[in-house]
């Protein structure tokens, strides 16, 4: 592998780019709601506008088919997430689970202790995310 400045690879960041049609509604719900930091925004001819979201750190997690079945069986209890699916680190799942169903997010599973020791739960949020937030309890 071909280490990049950081020293940790080449890759520098990832960005997951999601098409909004209710953009001012997506917006504010992982700006405001989940508390993700807006770190750019951009507007051009059109109406063309895009909000660049701070997100902490970047993983990316690729599992194989019998992995994503039992992780849907541990946190929900049957088949839910398709190709693609968000997970965010919270410091406090149970209260950012509140906030999101509060704020319209379909609860798919309540705040759910795994396994592997953290606090995880579902939704399908804006945009068509299906998402997980969880919280490591061993922290």
């Given at each position: 592998m071909t280490q990049g400045e950081s020293g940790?690879?080449?890759v520098r960041q990832l960005r997951l780019v999601v098409?909004?049609?209710d953009f001012e509604a997506a917006l504010a719900f992982y700006r405001d709601v989940l508390g993700m930091p807006e770190q750019e925004?951009?507007?051009?001819d059109g109406g063309a506008r895009v909000v660049i979201l701070d997100a902490g750190r970047a993983t990316l997690e690729l599992a194989n088919p019998a992995q994503t079945r039992m992780i849907d069986d541990v946190e929900v209890g049957r088949k839910v997430a398709g190709h693609l699916r968000?997970?965010?680190e919270v410091s406090?799942?149970?209260?950012v689970a509140s906030d999101?169903?509060?704020a319209g997010a379909t609860v798919v599973a309540p705040p759910t202790e795994t396994p592997w020791r953290s606090l995880n739960a579902r939704f399908d949020g804006p945009a068509g995310l299906h998402l997980t937030v969880?919280?490591?309890l061993d922290d």
């Amino acid at each position: 592998m071909t280490q990049g400045e950081s020293g940790t690879g080449r890759v520098r960041q990832l960005r997951l780019v999601v098409e909004a049609e209710d953009f001012e509604a997506a917006l504010a719900f992982y700006r405001d709601v989940l508390g993700m930091p807006e770190q750019e925004a951009y507007e051009a001819d059109g109406g063309a506008r895009v909000v660049i979201l701070d997100a902490g750190r970047a993983t990316l997690e690729l599992a194989n088919p019998a992995q994503t079945r039992m992780i849907d069986d541990v946190e929900v209890g049957r088949k839910v997430a398709g190709h693609l699916r968000v997970a965010f680190e919270v410091s406090d799942a149970a209260e950012v689970a509140s906030d999101l169903a509060d704020a319209g997010a379909t609860v798919v599973a309540p705040p759910t202790e795994t396994p592997w020791r953290s606090l995880n739960a579902r939704f399908d949020g804006p945009a068509g995310l299906h998402l997980t937030v969880f919280q490591e309890l061993d922290d």
